[in-house]
Each structure stands twice: as C-alpha cells, then as structure tokens.
C-alpha cells in the first residue's frame, strides 16, 4: 500500500484542482458577451452552470462513493473534469462552453469524497491533520489559481485556460489512479435513483432562483417559479426519504444536532468566504475613486496570500482540532471572519487594506473548512460518511450561491457612473461588507451551540500501523 504522507498529497492536489474550476473564468468573465457573441444575461450561464453542477452532484456522488467505491466515483469525476476541458476548448459559441462547465463542476465533489477516504485509510492519529488539508484545498485552489488564469489569458487566447485545465485532470487522474487506493468500506444495498432525482430536481429550482434571481426579477414568475418549485420538491423528497429502506442520505443522521448545527454554520461560512471573493476583487479593480485600480493580475496576487495562510495553517488546525476540539476550532475560525469584515468596515481605502482583510479571510476559512468535516465525521456512522460530507459540500455551495445573487445584486443595484460606466458606490461596498460580518457573527453564534463532546465512534482505521 502507498505511504499515507503520498496518499494526503494526491487527494490535496486533487482538492486543489476542482476548487480551481471556480475561478478558472474570471479573467475572461467579463470579456465573454463578446468573445462568445452573445447576451450578457446568457453568459452568465458559464458561470451559473458550474455552481448549479457543483451543488447537485457533490451529495449524489458522495452516496455513490459510499457504495460502489470513493475511488472509482472520485475517478469518474475527475474524468468528467477532462471531458468537459476538452469540450470547452472546441467551443467557439456558449453551448458548449456551457456544457464544458457544468462538467468541470462536477469536480468539486472530489473534496468531500477525499475527507472520506483518509478517513477510511488513515490511521487514527493522522486524520485531522490530513483533513485539515483537504479541507483548505476549498479555498487554497481558487486563490492560487486566479493568477494563473490571469497569467495565461494574457498570454495566450482564452481556449488555453480550458487546455490547461484538460491536462491538469489528466494528470491528477493518474496519480489518483496510481496513489490512493482501493476503497474496501463499502455500504450495501440499491441506490436511490428517486431520490437523486428528487433532490437534483429540487436543488435545481432553489438554485436556480438564487443565481439568476437578479437577472430575472427577484418577483418574477421564474424566479419565484423555480424557487417555490424547488422548495416543494424537496419537501417531497424529504418524505419520501424517510419512509424509504435505503435512502440516499438517512435524514435522521442529517438531523443530528451536531451534523444540523454544522452543516447551518457552513451556510454562513460560505457566504462570508464568497462575499469576499465577490466584493474584494471589484474594489480592487475598479478605477479611481470607486476602486484601486489595478490590473487583473496585481489584483489576484493580492487576493492569493489568503490562500497560502489556508494552506500554511492546515496543519495547525489538525493539532489544534485534536487538542481544543473541532468545535472550537470552528468558533475560532468565525471570529477571525468577524474580525476581517470589521477591519474593512473601518478601512478599505489602501491595497494593504485588502491585504490585511483577506489574510484574515484565510485564517477564519482554513479554521472553518477543517473543523467542519472533523465534526460531521465524529457525528455519523462509517457508511455514511460520503454522503455526509457531499452534503455538508452542499451546504457550503448553497452559501456560496446566496452570497453571489445577493452581493453582486448589492454591488449592481447601487452603484454611479463614473467614466461612462456603472460602477459600485462606496455604500454598496460597505453593505457587502456588513453581509459578510452578518454571515461570520451566525456561524459564530450557531457553532456556540454545536455539543462539545458528540457521541464517540471506533475509527475504523485500515491495519495497524498503515
């Protein structure tokens, strides 16, 4: 069997690359309506389709890994990723680059069947560190790879970001292939194919709402359409999966209060994480005086340090999980999100500014993401874990999702024109800034009341001393 330490870094590096997929694009975002020839309404589905693809498949995948193999579901992704790559590049028109996307989106459900398998191959002493990691690949792969989108578009056409994405699949596939392996805790039973559907179906209509909602009209007969629609639908599939032999996810561990409480917490975490990754860049970019005014790739290496302090600390939060408790790990983790948002309420007018707020980020982020999966996994039996955790995925992405409809419909709806453009106002900052502190104030309140101490479970650990 590979050493453990190889093991951690190939799941890492292929935490690394699905988070990329987030901000693969944002170099040529705002570039698309021409490059593509279309409406900017319509090539917003780039980047909508990626979320939507993202929030559906990462719980479906996770029941998958539980009961056929983490492995083979994390390969197929990964596949998925290089597939979609491909289609991307040769696309010259929006369907198919639409199509690419939501493939590589997919992706992301990598990260939470990752945190399962060290969980299955780990010895006992190495997984919260190792979860640590794996955890901050969430955020670390999408700071450290917005230069590089940035470096690339500027230095070749926009196909290039999609080629570059194929090969790094390629190559991540082979060493999942080569390193991690063969998952042998596995769940019996059938797979609940009314219940995927169900919860795609609903998942769909809610995000839907959420992401396009300011496009549409927030009291659109689409919006509220979808939204109201979605709701329903998952109401039904909660009933239905509660009266079901083998649901796709038991609602009754989902329901445990530690699980409850953290997969709430993570809502709010992701929401204040993304107010960041919407709110940040703009103020950044934007000319003087509603913004910084700098280029692209300044812009990104001031919002990668974040990243690196993800990273740097993810081995500190495995020991600190193990001596303090991952719930305090979490609540740590909200309060540098306070203390972020704070700062820039009071200062948000120098680049250090930004670079003090966003460090912050990464402190309170690289906390948060690694306590989460550590409380969900001390909460739930083994044959649930990748189930738990996509969910728990899911939860996050609900958060991201919410925070980029509301923020950037925050940033759109007050704004000036300044240079013949439509550009935020300093108060339109300022209220993102207060969504965000709202967000890290109820992860911080919700994780107070997550118990300290839940129930314990034998680690199932593969042989001694593996």
Known sequence: MPRQGAIVAVLAIAGLCS??????????????PELLDADRED???????????????TPIAGRLGDM???????????????????????????????????????????????????????????VDAAIALISATLGV?????????????????????FWMAAGLGTVVFALVLWIVPVS??????????????????????????????????????????????????????????????????????????????????????GFSLFSSNVSYPQLLELPPPAGLGLPLLAASLVIMPSGLVMMVLSPFSGRMAHTVGPRRLLVFGAIALVAAYSFSLVLATEIWHILVANLLIGVGIGFGYAAMPML?????????????????????SLGTS??????????????????????????????????????????????????????EEEHPALPEGV
Not at 143 to 157: H, I, K, Y
């Open 19 to 32: 988070s990329f997929m987030f901000t693969l694009v944002v170099p040529i975002q705002a570039k698309l």
């Open 43 to 57: 090539t917003a589905w780039v980047v909508t389709a990626t979320l939507l693809a993202a929030a559906v498949v």
């Open 68 to 126: 056929y193999g983490k492995r083979r579901v994390v390969l197929a992704l990964i596949a998925a990723l290089v597939v979609g790559s491909v289609i991307a590049a040769l696309s010259t028109g929006l369907p198919g680059l639409v199509v690419g996307r939501a493939l590589q989106g997919a992706v992301v459900g990598v990260i939470p069947l990752g945190i399962s398998i060290l969980r299955d191959v780990l010895h006992e002493d190495r």
């Open 141 to 161: 792969g999408g700071a450290l790879g917005l230069p590089l989108s940035a470096l690339v578009t500027e230095r070749a056409d926009w196909h290039g970001l």
């Open 184 to 269: 042998v805790l596995r769940t019996a039973g059938r797979f609940d194919y009314v219940g995927a559907a169900g919860l795609a179906v609903g998942l769909l209509g809610i995000l839907l709402a959420i992401s396009r909602g300011d496009q549409w009209g927030w009291t659109s007969p689409a919006t509220l359409g979808c939204g109201l629609g979605g709701i329903a639908v998952l109401l039904m599939w909660g009933w239905f999966e509660l009266r079901i032999a083998e649901p796709l996810l038991d609602l009754r561990v989902a329901a445990r209060r530690p699980v409850l409480l953290t997969n709430l917490a993570s809502v709010a975490m």
């Open 376 to 396: 969900i996994m001390r909460s739930v039996p083994q044959s649930e874990t990748g189930a738990s955790n996509g969910l728990n995925a899911l939860f996050r």
């Open 402 to 455: 919410i925070a980029a409809a509301v923020v950037g419909a925050v940033l759109a709806s007050m704004s000036t024109v300044q240079d013949g453009m439509q550009v935020p106002t300093a108060s339109a900052f300022r209220v993102s800034f207060l969504l965000g502190l709202a967000a890290a104030v109820i992860a911080l309140v919700v994780a107070a009341f997550i118990p300290q101490r839940p129930a």
